[in-house]
T-cell receptor
Framework: KQEVTQIPAALSVPEGENLVLNCSFTDSAIYNLQWFRQDPGKGLTSLLL?????REQTSGRLNASLDKSSGRSTLYIAASQPGDSATYLC?????????????FGKGTLLTVNP | EAQVTQNPRYLITVTGKKLTVTCSQNMNHEYMSWYRQDPGLGLRQIYY???????DKGDVPEGYKVSRKEKRNFPLILESPSPNQTSLYFC????????????FGNGTRLTVT
C-alpha cells in the first residue's frame, strides 16, 4: 500500500527566504506526482505535475524534482512571499494496476512572515 | 471560467436523513472523484469515475454512493448519514485518470448530528 510522507509538518520562514518542502513515498511504481496548494477553507490548486519519466518541473518561482528510485520529491520555492503561506500537499498517482489511485501526503503548513 | 462546482458549501443534517452533494465540472473531463479530508488523516478517496457509467470504490467507500449518468455531473449520496461522516468533502476532475492535473472544487463542509 502506497504511503506518502511530508516533512516538515509545519514551517515558518521570513519573507525572501528560499525553502524546500519534502515528500517521500514508499512504492516507486508511480505514474506521476503532483504538488498542490490549499488555502484555508478552499479546495486544492494544482501547482506542478511531474510524470514518472521526468526529473523536474518549473513554474515561476516553483521548482519540483522527482527521484522515483529513491521515492522522493522536493518542492523548491524561491524568494518566498507572505502570499505563499498555505498548506502544500503532494500526491502520487499509482500505475495502471492500482487504477491510477492518487495517494496524498498530509501536507506541510507554510507560513511566510513579512 | 473552467471550474468544479460543489453544492452546498455547508450542510448540517441529522443522523439518517438522506442527502446528496452535487458536483459539476464544465471542462469536459472524463475522470471525476470524491475525497474526504479529516484532521490527522489527510485526504482520502471515496469513489472515482473513469467515464460516464463507470465508477469504482476508493479507500473509504462505506456509507456512500455515487452515480455518473452524465459526463459533467458526479453526485455523492449519503443514504443514511452518521456522525462519523462529518467531514470536509472535495470533488475533483481531470481530463484523464492518469496523466493530467486534478482540479478541485471548493469543498462541502458536512456536519451530521
Amino acid at each position: 500500500k502506497q504511503e506518502v510522507t511530508q516533512i516538515p509538518a509545519a514551517l515558518s520562514v521570513p519573507e525572501g527566504e528560499n525553502l524546500v518542502l519534502n515528500c517521500s513515498f514508499t512504492d516507486s511504481a508511480i505514474y506521476n506526482l503532483q504538488w498542490f496548494r490549499q488555502d484555508p477553507g478552499k479546495g486544492l490548486t494544482s501547482l506542478l505535475l511531474i510524470q514518472s519519466s521526468q526529473r523536474e518541473q518549473t513554474s515561476g518561482r516553483l521548482n519540483a524534482s522527482l527521484d522515483k528510485s529513491s521515492g522522493r520529491s522536493t518542492l523548491y520555492i524561491a524568494a518566498s512571499q507572505p502570499g505563499d503561506s498555505a498548506t502544500y500537499l503532494c500526491a502520487v498517482r499509482g500505475s495502471g494496476g492500482s487504477n491510477y489511485k492518487l495517494t496524498f501526503g498530509k501536507g506541510t503548513l507554510l507560513t511566510v512572515n513579512p | 471560467e473552467a471550474q468544479v462546482t460543489q453544492n452546498p458549501r455547508y450542510l448540517i443534517t441529522v443522523t439518517g436523513k438522506k442527502l446528496t452533494v452535487t458536483c459539476s465540472q464544465n471542462m469536459n473531463h472524463e475522470y471525476m472523484s470524491w475525497y474526504r479530508q479529516d484532521p490527522g488523516l489527510g485526504l482520502r478517496q471515496i469513489y472515482y469515475s473513469m467515464n460516464v457509467e463507470v465508477t469504482d470504490k476508493g479507500d473509504v467507500p462505506e456509507g456512500y454512493k455515487v452515480s455518473r449518468k452524465e459526463k459533467r455531473n458526479f453526485p455523492l449520496i449519503l443514504e443514511s448519514p452518521s456522525p462519523n461522516q462529518t467531514s470536509l468533502y472535495f470533488c475533483a476532475s481531470s481530463w484523464t485518470a492518469s496523466n493530467s492535473p486534478l482540479h478541485f472544487g471548493n469543498g462541502t463542509r458536512l456536519t451530521v448530528t
